[in-house]
């Protein structure tokens, strides 16, 4: 049973450039939460996908939007691309449920903004 | 919003008890969870606590939570040098759906 997959592993752009990160969730799961890992840092919320929809957000700006496929997996995407935007972006599977008490974590995309 | 506080670094002889501890805001927490990562890796689930329980263990590992001053532990009987990485607290608040609220991690280092 594969776990929490996500791609690239790692990746460079330069600032005012758009990036695309993947992920697929553990089987038998049909919701995805992305979270912004920086540097020294606990990760941050930045939104959740469930049914294709958008369910909850954090306090990310509109450069970072994403989509939900209908095979659960996902998509991050982050547009105009500024220096503060470099962190380790993971990302997290569950079931929806409002009392669900664990998430899964894969292993996270090294995003480098130069 | 929701805060999440932890100490920035412990350090342990190999075969002692590690003890890490967190602080939380949030009073409406349903559940609390412990991640442990490693360098270069993402985050790995320890163990977690429902809000109504006050204590839980599970192997090497024994959490308590005292929900009246918002305090949560996570103690590792007979800390190994594997042990050594970055532990992450985490809360779910009643109404967060799925979403955590992670302090910024303890790094634990294990002396052999």
């Known amino acids: 049973d594969a776990g929490v997959t996500q791609s690239p592993t790692h990746l460079i752009k330069t600032r005012g450039q758009q990036v695309t990160l993947r992920c697929s969730p553990k089987?038998?799961?049909?919701?995805v939460s992305w979270y912004q890992q920086a540097l020294g840092q606990g990760p941050q919320f930045i939104f959740q996908?469930?049914?294709?929809?958008?369910?909850q957000r954090g306090n990310f700006p509109d450069r970072f939007s994403g989509h939900q496929f209908p095979n659960y997996s996902s998509e991050l995407n982050v547009n105009a691309l500024l220096l503060g935007d470099s962190a380790l972006y993971l990302c997290?599977?569950?079931?929806?449920?409002?009392?669900?008490?664990?998430?899964?974590f894969g292993s996270g995309t090294q995003l480098s903004v130069l | 919003g929701e805060d999440v506080e932890q100490s920035l670094f412990l350090s342990v002889r190999e075969g002692d008890s590690s003890v890490i501890n967190c602080t939380y805001t949030?009073?409406?927490?349903?559940?609390l969870y412990w991640y442990k990562q490693e360098p270069g890796a993402g985050l790995q689930l320890l163990t977690y606590?429902?809000?109504?329980?006050d204590m839980k263990q599970d192997q090497r590992l024994t959490v308590l939570l005292n929900k009246k001053d918002k305090h949560l532990s996570l103690r590792i009987a007979d800390t190994q040098t594997g042990d050594s990485a970055i532990y992450f607290c985490?809360?779910?608040?009643?109404?967060?759906?799925?979403?955590?609220?992670f302090g910024g991690g303890t790094r634990l280092m294990v002396k052999p």
């Open positions: 997290a599977s569950s079931r929806y449920s409002t009392t669900n008490e664990k998430l899964f």
């Open positions: 089987s038998g799961h049909d919701t």
């Open positions: 996908y469930y049914e294709e929809e958008e369910r």
């Open positions: 949030d009073s409406s927490s349903t559940y």
């Open positions: 606590i429902f809000s109504n329980m």
């Open positions: 985490a809360e779910m608040g009643e109404n967060a759906g799925n979403m955590l609220t």
